[in-house]
T-cell receptor, first 116, second 109 residues
Framework: DVKVTQSSRYLVKRTGEKVFLECVQD?????MFWYRQDPGLGLRLIYF???????EKGDIPEGYSVSREKKERFSLILESASTNQTSMYLC???????????????FGSGTQLSVL | AQTVTQSQPEMSVQEAETVTLSCTYD???????LFWYKQPPSRQMILVIR??????QNATENRFSVNFQKAAKSFSLKISDSQLGDAAMYFC??????FGKGITLSVRP
């Protein structure tokens, strides 16, 4: 089975801190994604990547950046965390390359981030 | 652009009964796929069922089936013989990685 691992299940940070959320997948998937999940808003796409060193903005990229130096790892970066970035963050991966809209997503278990 | 709408925030069903979760969508694509994902309390999101828009036959996976009405842009999920383990949030999703707001399903023993 595909495994998508997010490094932290819960994280508490202070306003203004630089925050790294890490995600690793073990099935050689080309595509990786970062979503945030908020009550009443569902999942919203922040960034995605369809290849190493490639990235594309999703629907809500403001305040975030990403890094994909290796195929299996996709990092979400909050350059200066703010309280409105308190949320659940979900990482996902899929195959094949390109944003094929027929392929299912494999998700990690999420990181609940609290920014105080 | 694609939008996915789940208008019911919560639903409840008696164990062993059938429940239908609603979803509507809008898309400018001529060929697309639609999905239902389940997120249990463990937060591990998993795919429940997938429907290809060009297929007229409704997808079925064991106790889970869809009612796909392409003209009405409706994509509802039917869960038959509901079990306690079906209690979760369910998300409808489609096309360009767009998700609905989700619905919380509770199952009464």
């Amino acid at each position: 089975d595909v495994k998508v691992t997010q490094s932290s299940r819960y994280l508490v940070k202070r306003t203004g801190e630089k925050v790294f959320l890490e995600c690793v997948q073990d099935m050689d998937h080309e595509n990786m994604f970062w979503y945030r999940q908020d009550p009443g808003l569902g999942l919203r796409l922040i960034y995605f990547s369809y290849d190493v060193k490639m990235k594309e903005k999703g629907d809500i990229p403001e305040g975030y950046s990403v890094s994909r130096e290796k195929k299996e790892r996709f990092s979400l970066i909050l350059e200066s965390a703010s309280t409105n970035q308190t949320s659940m963050y979900l990482c996902a991966s899929s195959y094949p390359q390109g944003i094929a809209t027929n392929e299912k997503l494999f998700f990690g278990s999420g990181t609940q981030l609290s920014v105080l | 652009a694609q939008t996915v709408t789940q208008s019911q925030p919560e639903m409840s069903v008696q164990e062993a009964e059938t429940v239908t979760l609603s979803c509507t969508y809008d898309t400018s694509e001529s060929d697309y796929y639609l999905f239902w994902y389940k997120q249990p309390p463990s937060r591990q999101m998993i795919l429940v069922i997938r429907q290809e828009a060009y297929k007229q036959q409704n997808a079925t996976e064991n106790r889970f089936s869809v009612n796909f009405q392409k003209a009405a842009k409706s994509f509802s999920l039917k869960i038959s013989d509901s079990q306690l383990g079906d209690a979760a949030m369910y998300f409808c999703a489609g096309g360009k990685l767009t998700f609905g707001k989700g619905i919380t399903l509770s199952v009464r023993p």
